[in-house]
T-cell receptor, first 115, second 111 residues
Framework: DGGITQSPKYLFRKEGQNVTLSCEQNLNHDAMYWYRQDPGQGLRLIYYSQIVNDFQKGDIAEGYSVSREKKESFPLTVTSAQKNPTAFYLC??????????????FGNGTRLTVT | SQKIEQNSEALNIQEGKTATLTCNYTNYSPAYLQWYRQDPGRGPVFLLLIRENEKEKRKERLKVTFDTTLKQSLFHITASQPADSATYLCAYINAGNMLTFGGGTRLMVKP
């Protein structure tokens, strides 16, 4: 079955540590996205990538970094510079950004808790 | 600024009734609106897309309307079932060509 795999499901880190969240897709989609979800708030876009070796900042990129070395993979690093890192992180993909009517396919998220 | 808003209060209805969820947007006229379902601890799942020139779209027990005058989309679930209990998110493509999500409305269908 094609889909998006995020790992791990739950992640705990101490304040001041960087942490990397994994996202892999086998849908052969060009575009990939990272969103953050906080209780009662809509999904907010962190970073997106339309093609390998290229990515763009979303609305809340500060304190985060990404890479897109392979089409299938789009890892997100939450750095110690991110002031409020505790959240539910969702990775998504779509066929291509130039087709805005095409829906997003989401993974099942990683819940990050930083103490 | 562009905003998309959903009722943050949970909607509680009895099994068999029709659930109606509202999505309002301001300061923008999107060409498309999408609706997603999200279960606790899971990622959203796409349900329906409606274009600005479509007044209504149906899929099984689901119906979405798009009123560009009122700047509103309504999402209906007829003959609701407890399995329909979830959070429903609306989203549109903003001026930057990116999907912008509302905060979601939680639906609880009681047997």
């Amino acid at each position: 079955d094609g889909g998006i795999t995020q790992s791990p499901k739950y992640l705990f880190r101490k304040e001041g540590q960087n942490v990397t969240l994994s996202c892999e897709q086998n849908l052969n989609h060009d575009a990939m996205y990272w969103y953050r979800q906080d209780p009662g708030q809509g999904l907010r876009l962190i970073y997106y990538s339309q093609i390998v070796n290229d990515f763009q900042k979303g609305d809340i990129a500060e304190g985060y970094s990404v890479s897109r070395e392979k089409k299938e993979s789009f890892p997100l690093t939450v750095t110690s510079a991110q002031k409020n890192p505790t959240a539910f992180y969702l990775c998504a993909s779509s066929i291509g950004r130039d087709s805005p009517s095409i829906p997003l396919h989401f993974g099942n998220g990683t819940r990050l808790t930083v103490t | 600024s562009q905003k998309i808003e959903q009722n943050s209060e949970a909607l509680n209805i009895q099994e068999g009734k029709t659930a109606t969820l509202t999505c309002n947007y301001t300061n923008y006229s999107p060409a498309y609106l999408q609706w997603y379902r999200q279960d606790p601890g899971r990622g959203p799942v796409f349900l329906l897309l409606i274009r600005e020139n479509e007044k209504e779209k149906r899929k099984e027990r689901l119906k979405v309307t798009f009123d560009t005058t009122l700047k509103q989309s309504l999402f209906h679930i007829t003959a609701s079932q407890p399995a329909d209990s979830a959070t429903y998110l609306c989203a549109y493509i903003n001026a930057g060509n990116m999907l912008t999500f509302g905060g979601g409305t939680r639906l609880m269908v009681k047997p």
